[in-house]
């Protein structure tokens, strides 16, 4: 649950770059939690059109999440489809970051893909004509050169570099609990692991996540996508269903008959991941030795490449060997030998697992961020 502090700073955001309205509607979603559009309009006090604009322009600057609930009828009616809507406060909170990112998009790509982030950053979600026209009207109001190729080729670098990715889905549908979901608590059975359960919210955004395989793809055949898309993520209730919202990101598309785009949007997880290595690193950099601070910058470079959570408490485990040998790559860390990385291993206090062939090493994330926050904490107040 979002502090009433956090709200009020989220409202504000949002009415400094989208006005009141969206405000009040963002607002009243952090508030209540997922809610429908009837029952914003009623606490709002807002007509349904103006209620259903601002979501248009909540989703599509991808503060806010649409999700459809199986609902219970009323005596003697079948169950109904409602369209629920969350609203992402990390997402609005991420507005006040943008300069941060774009810094990281020009020092990593350079200028050309940094223009084309800011696009991004400004709109929300973009399809790549949509990069491509923007950037020839641009070239041709400065009498400048365009070359499409290279366009796409830059637009290319972002998806590589995992800065951008696909839009999530538009309106998954989650499947109401079933026993299975729900297994019988067994007594005695203290050393079982238990597993939280997903919230409401949880759920939705896992269900609106693209397929890791189309996460970062370019182009791919609309047809493909649309099926994909549906079987994946959507569940028909029978033949007609009548949708009472926005139907997903087209609402920005001059023509509504218009042909299915790709969009693409900000990967924010990305950015933070890349945020919180900085920081882990000039930490280790401070409180230990520039050493020290290589060859954790290589251990998170490594592990980065097959990170999966946002916020992973721990890097992946990695042999002596793999870590020296992307040592050296930094700057630096040419003069290093491996008895020097192993020290600093040590000192970093670095979980050693013993294998047949090598041994392996994990480095706590989590607990150097706790570190270093303690640390900060008691220069402030002490």
Known sequence: MV????????????????????????????NRGPITLAQIARFTELTRDNVQNCLRVLVHQNYVQAFALQQEGGFGEAP?????????????IHKLRAPKFMQIVSEELGNDCLEIFQGFIEHGRISVDQIINRKEEIARRNRGSFDANVVR??????????????????????????????????????SAKIVPEQT?????????????????????????EEKGGDSDNTVAVGKKRKQDVLKSDDVLMEDADKKKEVLFRVNFEEFMCRLRHKACISYVKTRFNDEASIVLSAVLGLSSRSERQPKAEKSAELSINAIYDEVIKKEGGLGLDVERVITSLEQLGCE???????????????????????????????
Request: overall charge negative; aromatic content about 10%; proline content about 6%.
């Open 352 to 382: 050693t697992h013993l294998t047949d062939s090598d041994d392996s090493y994990c480095v706590d994330i989590k607990d150097i961020i706790e570190r270093a926050r303690n640390e900060e904490v008691r220069f402030f107040f002490f």
């Open 80 to 92: 109904r489809i409602v369209t629920h809507y969350m609203a992402l406060f990390e997402n609005i």
């Open 200 to 224: 409401l919210e949880q759920r939705a955004l896992a269900a609106a996540a693209p397929m890791e395989s189309l996460r970062f793809l370019m182009e791919m055949d609309d047809l493909t």
């Open 153 to 190: 080729e830059n637009f290319r670098k972002l998806l590589n570099a995992r800065f951008i990715e696909r839009r999530p889905a538009p309106e998954p549908y989650l499947a109401p609990p079933s026993e299975e979901d729900h297994p019988a608590k067994k007594r005695g059975a203290k």
């Open 3 to 30: 502090s009433p502090h956090g709200v009020q700073l989220a409202g504000h955001l949002i009415s400094c770059y989208y006005g009141d309205l969206c405000s009040k509607v963002c607002q009243c979603l952090l």
